[in-house]
T-cell receptor, first 116, second 109 residues
Framework: GAVVSQHPSWVICKSGTSVKIECRSL??????MFWYRQFPKQSLMLMAT?????????EQGVEKDKFLINHASLTLSTLTVTSAHPEDSSFYIC????????????FGPGTRLTVL | GQNIDQPTEMTATEGAIVQINCTYQ??????LFWYQQHAGEAPTFLSY??LDGLEEKGRFSSFLSRSKGYSYLLLKELQMKDSASYLC??????????WGAGTKLIIKP
């Protein structure tokens, strides 16, 4: 079945540093990838949608200059949290859609970011 | 606006049956998903309904009524490992997933 991986699975960084999270579709080509953020005991919040080779579409309230998304290939999307602050600490999850008639999104295992 | 409602928390007994309801109001409809999410983990796919009716998959079944904007997830023969959050999500007319807040299911022995 469709597998999506994320790296790293967890990261701790100092305030002011930048962190890059990778999302890869391992056995299919992901025409569309999604980045979500989830705070404790809350539901998933969509941050942005990215299509391969084009700029990401950010949800209202998400700073595109702070959360840089690159979807350079059909199997890789990256999210870079620039100048991270403690309030950016969260669980970041990517998902991917394969562009077939199936509308299912396949989720990565998530990345736990802690900013000190 | 778009809205998905599901109970915040439910409690059930091991071996029993539980039904988790979800009502939705969205701009367009291209299907409804149920996901299971254990604490600290990403969601895992349970079911997808796009036509009215009941879809059965092992111990889990999902029902959809598009005219009522209503779905439920039915879990039978509950096991302790079923303790998790269950997320209802609707694919809207732009093929974006609109997420409910999730229902935390607690299974007691």
């Amino acid at each position: 079945g469709a597998v999506v991986s994320q790296h790293p699975s967890w990261v701790i960084c100092k305030s002011g540093t930048s962190v890059k999270i990778e999302c890869r579709s391992l056995d299919f080509q992901a025409t569309t990838m999604f980045w979500y953020r989830q705070f404790p005991k809350q539901s998933l919040m969509l941050m942005a949608t990215s299509n391969e080779g084009s700029k990401a579409t950010y949800e209202q309230g998400v700073e595109k200059d702070k959360f840089l998304i690159n979807h350079a290939s059909l199997t890789l999307s990256t999210l870079t949290v620039t100048s991270a602050h403690p309030e950016d600490s969260s669980f970041y999850i990517c998902s991917a859609r394969d562009g077939t008639e199936s509308n299912e999104q396949f989720f990565g295992p998530g990345t736990r970011l802690t900013v000190l | 606006g778009q809205n998905i409602d599901q109970p915040t928390e439910m409690t059930a007994t091991e071996g029993a049956i539980v039904q988790i309801n979800c009502t939705y109001q969205t701009s367009g409809f291209n299907g409804l998903f149920w996901y299971q999410q254990h604490a600290g983990e990403a969601p895992t796919f349970l079911s997808y309904n796009v036509l009215d009716g009941l879809e059965e998959k092992g111990r889990f079944s999902s029902f959809l009524s598009r005219s009522k904007g209503y779905s439920y997830l039915l879990l039978k023969e509950l096991q302790m490992k079923d303790s998790a959050s269950y997320l209802c999500a609707v694919l809207d007319s732009n093929y974006q997933l609109i997420w409910g807040a999730g229902t935390k299911l607690i299974i007691k022995p």
